[in-house]
């Protein structure tokens, strides 16, 4: 039996690009995750977690954050645990946005990205941004309860013109 077969009990998000050229301001991409009641998971988030964050439960949490870009591997890191999140939510939707320090960026301005979504060695999902180049925000992925509990996973790429205050309150009534 697959793990998908059986719901996805932990996953992993991670998030990777270039760093500016030299001279350019620094780009800074964040993972966000906001988790939305059972009861309604298309209205308020229950609590979001970003910006080297974690969930008050300490099912979510942000184990790796980059202001740059620079460094080997993933230059930030999700963890979600869902075997431990609490029967009352019931949706998790998750996004990446860009900070705005610097003026307007949109994800065609960030070279190599790459954001994959991993339930231990199996990919389960990843996107590159090239469908939402002209976006400062996308959702990539979302994470729903089935009526037995189990968690599912569903790609959903979508991209938005938000700042990253402006996506928290959008990011989850998009995509459903």
């Known amino acids: 039996m697959s793990s998908l077969n059986k719901g996805v009990g932990k996953a992993e998000v991670t998030l990777k690009w270039d760093p500016s050229p030299l001279g350019e301001p620094d780009i800074d991409l964040d993972i966000v995750a906001a988790t939305y009641p059972a009861d309604a998971p298309h209205g308020k988030p229950s609590y979001v977690v970003h910006f080297d964050s974690r969930s008050p439960d300490g099912t979510i949490t942000l184990t790796r954050d980059s202001r740059t870009g620079q460094g080997f591997g993933s230059d930030e890191v999700m963890t979600l645990e869902f075997h431990r999140l609490a029967a009352t939510y019931g949706r998790v939707v998750v996004g990446v946005v860009i900070q705005q320090r610097d003026g307007r960026r949109v994800f065609g301005d960030v070279a190599n990205t790459l954001v994959r979504v991993l339930e231990g060695h199996v990919e ?10 002209g976006s400062r925000a996308a959702v990539i992925c ?23 205050q402006s996506f928290i309150t959008v990011m989850g009534g998009g995509s459903g």
């Open 124 to 133: 389960l999902g990843k996107c590159d941004f090239a469908a939402v180049s």
């Open 142 to 164: 979302e994470f729903t309860r089935t009526a037995g509990g189990d968690w599912e996973f569903r790609e959903a790429v979508q991209g938005f013109d938000a700042d990253p």
